[in-house]
């Protein structure tokens, strides 16, 4: 089956800790994308990666960092500075071209 | 850079009526424009899309129509059930320096009551 797999699906994290959400895709897409979701809020770009070994800063990239070392996986750490962590993440890929987003079915991280 | 307007931010029907919900972009370059579903704890799924060159576009009970002089975009869903209640976002895109990133609006929280 082709698709995106996000994991962990729920994710608790203590003060001071950093954590990383994953992001693996089988549909050979080009670009990935990470956006925060807050409770009856839309959606808020973070981090982008249009190829492998480069990505680029989104709207709300502070406190968040990214990697993209292989084209099906585009890890997500949230650090310790992000003072306001606890959201709901996105994952969403995109093939090469002006074509819509394939999402994934998130990561709800919370803050204990 | 590119901004998407949308409403009404929240939309309650009756079940067999008809919904619409309305988004205004401002860069006359953009030249795709998706809709999205998102149900409760998951991830938004592509429902339907257009493109510039196009006016109108229908899929069962669902239909896009776009005005490009205009520049706004509509999402119609006619006939409908309880299972429509979600979260519609609309986003439009062309192609820049970061790809073809798209531009969402701020949703639109649909319900359906029987």
């Known amino acids: 089956d082709g698709g995106i797999t996000q994991s962990p699906k729920y994710l608790f994290r203590k003060e001071g800790q950093n954590v990383t959400l994953s992001c693996e895709q089988n549909?050979?897409?080009?670009?990935m994308y990470w956006y925060r979701q807050d409770p009856g809020q839309g959606l808020r770009l973070i981090y982008y990666?249009?190829?492998?070994?480069?990505?680029q800063k989104g709207d709300i990239a502070e406190g968040y960092s990214v990697s993209r070392e292989k084209k099906e996986s585009f890890p997500l750490t949230v650090t310790s500075a992000q003072k306001n962590p606890t959201a709901f993440y996105l994952c969403a890929t995109q093939p090469k071209g002006n074509y819509g987003y394939t999402f994934g079915s998130g990561t709800r991280l919370t803050v204990v | 850079g590119e901004n998407v307007e949308q409403h009404p931010s929240t939309l309650s029907v009756q079940e067999g009526d008809s919904a619409v919900i309305k988004c205004t972009y401002s860069d006359s370059a953009s030249n795709y424009f998706p809709w999205y579903k998102q149900e409760l704890g998951k991830g938004p799924q592509l429902i339907i899309d257009?493109?510039?060159?196009?006016g109108e576009k229908k899929d069962q009970r669902i239909a896009v129509t776009l005005n490009k002089t205009a520049k706004h975009f509509s999402l119609h869903i006619t006939e409908t059930q309880p299972e429509d209640s979600a979260v519609y976002f609309c986003?439009?895109?062309?192609?820049?320096?970061?790809?073809?990133?798209?531009?969402f609006g701020k949703g639109t929280s649909l319900l359906v009551t029987p």
């Open positions: 257009i493109r510039s060159n196009v």
């Open positions: 990666s249009q190829i492998v070994n480069d990505f």
């Open positions: 549909l050979n897409h080009d670009a």
């Open positions: 986003a439009a895109s062309r192609r820049s320096n970061s790809g073809y990133a798209l531009n």
